[in-house]
């Protein structure tokens, strides 16, 4: 059974940092392309990072470019996403996604067959 499991989000204060983890059962993280989306309340869902199927190469919005990391640990089969300097605006659900027909990032949402639960990342003093 395939499956996509968050965690690690939480409230941080503004300029804080917070690391969300996704682990992956059921199929290899590491042979797929990996997605981070998160969705505000009253927003469309945004794409915010991927990491490709080899892990040679990782893309991020302009909005996360600079402040977020995405890694993945193969022996753990999880992938994570580290937020440093976090604004309010990063306020949102933060969901996990797994591509497994293709090889290179892809920000569309409809490209990925697996999705998580998604976790809140709130950023308020």
């Known amino acids: 059974q395939v499956q996509l499991v968050e965690s690690g989000g939480g409230l941080v204060q503004p300029g804080g940092s917070l690391r969300i983890s996704c682990v992956a059962s059921?199929?290899?993280?590491?042979?797929?392309?990996a997605g981070w989306f998160r969705q505000a309340p009253g927003k469309e869902r945004e794409w915010v990072s991927c990491?490709?199927?080899?892990?040679?190469?990782?893309e991020y919005s302009d909005s996360v470019k600079g402040r977020f990391t995405i890694t993945r640990d193969i022996a753990k089969n999880t992938v994570y996403l580290q937020m440093n300097d976090l604004r309010p605006e990063d306020t949102a659900v933060y969901y996990c996604?797994?591509?497994?027909?293709?090889?290179?990032?892809?920000?569309?949402?409809?490209?990925?067959?697996?999705w998580g639960q998604g976790t809140q990342v709130t950023v308020s003093s």
């Open positions: 059921g199929f290899r993280l590491a042979a797929h392309v």
């Open positions: 996604a797994a591509d497994l027909r293709s090889f290179g990032c892809s920000s569309n949402g409809a490209s990925y067959d697996y």
């Open positions: 990491m490709t199927y080899n892990g040679g190469s990782t």
